[in-house]
């Protein structure tokens, strides 16, 4: 049976895609085989009469199932912009089931699915279509990728609490430095892991290069699943 996470965040570029192909790069080093996987896509440019998205083209980059991007991006606009407005500004209508499909049929040629979602988890994909709905809909454990800065306490707890009150389970939290001047860095890292619900899975050190490196806390317990 295949089995994936739902990876969201606390916001938008807080990190969800360094650590979805963190994580993509673990699990080949197990010697799984593994997709990574975009539901829907907003911010893209023209290449061979395709519309790529450059965080699509890392999953793809760091998977090694050798899917085709329309295999692993159901939904891709070219404007940088909230996906429900991207998608009615092409007179498109996201449909769940269709996602659902997509996810299905790679879902069938690997052992892992690493699901990266649109911004945060009630990011709106169409009219009242929240992320919240498309997770539901997946049944994936969610993984929550927290932007180390001010405000990211609030978020954070609100994100788990909305997660958990919908009866979706969370996995636990990466915590992603996102700014390396943060102030009492350490002190909100303690604070989280005493309030949040879920363990704090990993650490993403702020790094200055395309090589990013991971902390494992809690290893293992990404297949508690």
């Known amino acids: 049976m295949t089995k994936g996470w739902f990876v969201t965040g606390t916001d938008t570029e807080i990190g969800k895609t360094t650590f979805s192909t963190l994580l993509l790069d673990y699990l080949v080093k197990k010697d799984y085989l593994v997709t990574g996987f975009k539901p829907v896509a907003s911010g893209a440019s023209w290449q061979n009469n395709e519309l790529v998205n450059q965080d699509v083209q890392e999953l793809q980059r760091h998977s090694n199932a050798n899917l085709k991007l329309s295999q692993i991006n159901p939904y891709c606009f070219e404007p940088a912009i909230a996906p429900h407005i991207a998608a009615m500004g092409s007179h498109t209508v996201i449909h769940l089931d269709h996602i659902k499909r997509v996810y299905e049929e790679a879902a069938k040629q690997v052992d892992y699915v690493v699901v990266e979602g649109a911004g945060g988890i009630l990011v709106p994909l169409h009219e009242d279509l929240l992320t919240l ?36 389970t969370v996995l636990g939290w990466v915590a992603n430095q996102i700014n390396p001047e943060m102030p009492y860095y350490q002190e909100n890292i303690t604070t989280l892991n005493r309030l949040m619900t879920s363990p704090m899975l990993a650490e993403i050190p702020y790094q200055d290069s395309e090589k990013k490196e991971i902390l494992w806390i809690k290893e293992q317990s990404i297949f508690d699943i």
């Not at 539901?136 to 306490?153: D, F, H, Y």
């Open 133 to 168: 709905d498309l997770c539901a809909t997946l049944s994936l454990p969610v993984i929550i990728v927290v932007g180390m800065r001010l405000g990211c306490i609030n978020h954070a707890l609100l994100t788990e609490k909305v997660i958990l009150s919908s009866g979706l």
